[in-house]
Every structure is written in structure tokens, then in C-alpha cells.
């Protein structure tokens, strides 16, 4: 408190609010001695920081009127997206960075008719999750780090049985536990080919809090559109982390359940195809309990009335008809954007939590003389690459960002797009997020 207390006047920050805050926090768990004692605490730290601090040391914050402004987390924001885009069932396990999703969620769920499940561990999350989905409630999970290795199997019986599921993966650094409180971007390859065989899934990297929020509105409507797996790409860095940020609009908010036969559809079918050979890949889907709608799910290949075909000329033509599904939801996929001088011949690719220190990158170079442009890839899987092949078609120079060490969006954005040109990675794999000089500095030698 004494040191918050000194930031308080490096910062010029109002201490009245800093001890309203003190006192919220404090007074109902311990008392008004220990909320007055604190108060002093941070008296006592600006006091003597004005003694010891120099004028040159200080940075004073602007101080702005408080309009239509929220204070929310990354995470938090995910819980408010899945509640307004009618999502009723969530089971997980708790694990940092991404427990404050369930822990904003069973506050708000229960009024709202959801249900929040604390599982035993991730394996039961995913399959509690594909459960309930299978039952008709837009159902979600969450996880990180050695989470998601569990979750695999249950993720690619989603892939199988076509059941919509949404899962958010809050990354942060690993092998293992690794550096479970600091921010990376190093599971991107994992959830983009890792699986048991293949199978369609769709994978958004939003790169604000707000995004964050419309992302997952967005990953539960592609779910049940196409009948897939959806998952959020989310980060430590703005997943825990409080950020200001307008308030949110849910006035325009649409849903789409896709292929969701009612009783009077399925009262029409005489034989009724859970897994039906289509052109554009989405099957017409049932739930349990509905006349004419009858069908088999299991993890086996199967055929159109879901039973265990294991023929080649089945497995072939029914792999053929759930990978269709990429390229009919190509249309629906969240487009990348670009932010800077689009005449530029310097181009910058990112996504995730390097947007802000890219485009403040891109800023510092504008200044410097050095006209750049940042390619945003927001949808990973699918990816998309006539967007990407375009935007490098106009550089003369082309960085791609990566907050891992390997430089996994590089290796994505080369084994897909093959450009003409080589992609210079810059990568930063401390367990710090990148800042902008971290990107301004090599790109300055390179001219």
C-alpha cells in the first residue's frame, strides 16, 4: 500500500479514489481498522515519494471525463459474450490464466437460467460440454497449458460426431505449468493441428477486449452453423488484465443455430439423416427426444444414419463431406484488417495481443520517417490465405510478430501462402508481451 501510495504521485493518480477503492475491497472481509490503517498506508507512501521523486520521474496520466467507459478483463468479457450469445451450460476446470471466466460466469448464470459445473478435471469439461450441446444448450469450455492436452480427445470426438462446441483457450507460457501468470502466443499450432485425424474446426484470435467479447458471440453462431468445434485464441495478456474500454452494444446481436431442425421439420421425414451427404457439408441436425429424428453418435466413422461404416468409399466420401464445411464458411469467417499507410511497401502481420504494440509500432515509424502497414489476422483456421497472399503482394518487406519462440504464425502464414518474398520474424519469448520498440528496432535495421 505504501508503494501504491508513491505511484500514486508518480502518476498523479486521485488518491480519494484510490481509498474508495481500499474501502470496497477491505471493509466487509476485514473491518474499518484495516481499511483505515491502509488508507494511511498510501498516505504515507505519496508523502514520501514527493520527498525522494523528481519532477523528471513523474509521469502524470491524463485525466479524462468518465463517459461510457467500462473496467473489465479480457475474460470477463468472454463471460458476458457467451451469456448474451445464449449460452446456458459451462463446465471447467479452473486454471490461470482462465478461471475468471468461470468465476464471472457462476455469479451470473444462475439468474439467467445457465448452469456452471466445476468438473474434476479438463477430459470431464469437454465431454460434460459436448454433452450438453448434443442436448440442444449452447454449451462452452474453457482451459490453458496442459488443459488443452487433455481436452484432445474430447475434441476431436466433437470433430467426429459434428457436435457444436466452443472452446476458449487462454494461453500463457508453458511446457507444463511453465510461467502459468505470463502471456504467450505459443499453442497456436496446437489447436490448429492437434488432433486425433481430421476434421474441421475454426480457430479466432480476437486482439482486444472488445473482441473479445464479439468473438465470442461469433465462435458460438459458427459452432452451430457448421456444426464444429470454435476455438477462441485467446491470451494471458488481455484475458486477466484490466483495460478501459468503450461500453459494449448487445443491441444487434443475431443467432444462428444453423441446420436446428424444429418438430415440424422433422415431422416432414420419413427418413430422417443425422450425418446426410450434402453439397455445402452441413448435415441437418436433431436433438434427442424428437420424433423422427432418431440417429446414432459415436466416435466411429459412420454412415448418414450415424451407424459404424468403416468402408473406404464411406470413410472417403463422408471425410470429403465434413471438410467441405471450411470452405462453405469461408463467407461467415471474421476478416483480417489492416491499420497504417495501406501504400506502404513495409508490412507487419500480427494477431492476438501484438495488435496494440503494432500499430503504436507503426506510429513511431511514421514519425521516424519509415511508412509501414499491419496485416491483423483475426481467424486463424481457416486460414485465410488470399487475404494474407494479397497484403504481401504489396511489400517490399514483410515482419511477421510472434510472442513465442518458434515463430508460429510465420511458420503458418509460409506453409500456407508460400511468399515471394522472405518473411522476417521478429519473436519475443520472455514471458513479456511485446512493447513497441521490441518491434520498432529491427525493423529500423532491416531499412
Known amino acids: 500500500m505504501i508503494l501504491l501510495g508513491g505511484l500514486c504521485f508518480i502518476m498523479d493518480l486521485d488518491l480519494s479514489i484510490i481509498s474508495k477503492v481500499i474501502t470496497e475491497t477491505f471493509l466487509k472481509r476485514k473491518g474499518k481498522e484495516v481499511v483505515r490503517r491502509n488508507i494511511e498506508a498510501i498516505h504515507l507512501g505519496c508523502e514520501e515519494a514527493k520527498k525522494i521523486v523528481q519532477a523528471h520521474e513523474r509521469h502524470l496520466l491524463t485525466r479524462k471525463q468518465d463517459v461510457n467507459r467500462l473496467l473489465i478483463s479480457g475474460n470477463e468479457a468472454v463471460g458476458i459474450g457467451a451469456l448474451a450469445a445464449g449460452c446456458r451450460y459451462f463446465a471447467a476446470y479452473p486454471i490461470c490464466p482462465a478461471t475468471e471466466i468461470w468465476q464471472w460466469l457462476v455469479h451470473h448464470f444462475p439468474q439467467n437460467k445457465g448452469l456452471v459445473v466445476q468438473t474434476e478435471d479438463e477430459l470431464a469439461a469437454i465431454n460434460m460440454a459436448l454433452g450438453a450441446s448434443y442436448a440442444g444448450a449452447r454449451a462452452m469450455t474453457s482451459t ?48 490448429i493441428y492437434g488432433s486425433h485425424g481430421d476434421f474441421p474446426r475454426i480457430v479466432l484470435s480476437p486482439g482486444t477486449i472488445q473482441e473479445s467479447l464479439e468473438f465470442t458471440i461469433k465462435a458460438f453462431n459458427l459452432a452451430e452453423k457448421y456444426q464444429c468445434p ?54 441437418p441436425r436433431a436433438l434427442p427426444s424428437m420424433k423422427n429424428g432418431i440417429h446414432m453418435v459415436e466416435g466411429n466413422e459412420h454412415d448418414e444414419w450415424g451407424h459404424r461404416d468403416e468402408s473406404s468409399r464411406n470413410r472417403t466420401k463422408m471425410m470429403e463431406k ?25 508490412g507487419i502481420i500480427g494477431c492476438g495481443s501484438t495488435l496494440g504494440p503494432i500499430r503504436e509500432a507503426v506510429e513511431q515509424l511514421r514519425d521516424s520517417g519509415v511508412k509501414a502497414k499491419f496485416l491483423q489476422v483475426r481467424t486463424l483456421w481457416p486460414f485465410q490465405d488470399k487475404e494474407v497472399k494479397d497484403f504481401i503482394s504489396t511489400c517490399k518487406q514483410a515482419f511477421v510478430v510472434d510472442n513465442n519462440y518458434q515463430g508460429q504464425l510465420a ?15 521478429i519473436v519475443k519469448y520472455s514471458g513479456h508481451t511485446f512493447q513497441p520498440k521490441d518491434i520498432v528496432s529491427p525493423i529500423q535495421k532491416a531499412q
Do not use: C
Not at 487433455?150 to 507460457?173: C, D, N
Not at 507444463?176 to 502471456?183: E, F, I, Q, R, V
Not at 467441405?324 to 489492416?338: F, H, N, Q, S, V
Open 411 to 425: 511458420q503458418l502464414i509460409n506453409s500456407r501462402v508460400k511468399p515471394k518474398i522472405d518473411l522476417k520474424s
Open 322 to 346: 465434413r471438410m467441405r464445411k471450411l470452405k462453405t464458411a469461408r463467407k461467415d469467417l471474421i476478416r483480417p484488417r489492416i491499420w497504417g499507410d495501406k501504400t506502404a511497401d513495409i
Open 144 to 191: 490453458s497449458g496442459p488443459g488443452a492436452s487433455l481436452m484432445m480427445e474430447g475434441f476431436s470426438l466433437a470433430g467426429m460426431t459434428e457436435i457444436p462446441l466452443v472452446v476458449v483457450h487462454v494461453q500463457r507460457v508453458g511446457p507444463s505449468t511453465g510461467l502459468p501468470t505470463k502471456s504467450e502466443q505459443a499453442d497456436l499450432l496446437q489447436w
Open 230 to 283: 470454435v476455438i477462441l485464441l485467446t491470451e494471458q495478456d488481455y484475458g486477466q488484465n484490466y483495460r478501459t474500454v468503450e461500453k459494449f452494444s448487445l443491441r444487434k446481436i443475431e443467432i444462428d443455430r444453423g441446420k436446428l431442425l424444429t418438430r415440424k421439420e422433422l415431422h416432414r421425414i420419413k427418413d430422417y439423416k443425422r450425418f446426410e451427404f450434402t453439397r455445402d457439408g452441413i448435415s
